[in-house]
Nanobody
Framework: QVQLVESGGGLVHAGDTLRLSCTAS????????MSWYRQAPGRERDLVAV????GENTNYEDSVTISRDNGKNTVYLLITKLKLNDTGVYFC??????????????WGQGTQVTVSS
């Protein structure tokens, strides 16, 4: 049974740093691209970063850094200098090809990040 469990969210202040974690089970983690998405209130899920199975990482925002630990089946998202518009639910996605993640990948339940001023 595939599971993705996100953690690390919470209520933080603007300017803070936060690290989110997503621990996977039920599939061969090394063979999957791992992505983080953010869904702001009233908006669709936006891709934030991808940790490719090749070992390369792609961060789509200046304030985020994605990393993965294949030994722990875990992908991380470090968010620095948090801004109000970083507020949202952060979802982890696992897909054999990252660009097909929204259609064919596995999703976690999400972790809420709320940034206050």
């Amino acid at each position: 049974q595939v599971q993705l469990v996100e953690s690390g969210g919470g209520l933080v202040h603007a300017g803070d740093t936060l690290r989110l974690s997503c621990t996977a089970s039920g599939f061969n983690f090394r063979d999957y691209d791992m992505s983080w998405y953010r869904q702001a209130p009233g908006r669709e899920r936006d891709l934030v970063a991808v940790a490719h199975k090749s070992g390369e990482n792609t961060n789509y925002e200046d304030s985020v850094t994605i990393s993965r630990d294949n030994g722990k089946n875990t992908v991380y998202l470090l968010i620095t200098k948090l801004k109000l518009n970083d507020t949202g639910v952060y979802f982890c996605n696992a897909a054999q090809s990252w660009n097909l993640g929204p259609l064919t990948g596995y999703w976690g339940q999400g972790t809420q990040v709320t940034v206050s001023s």
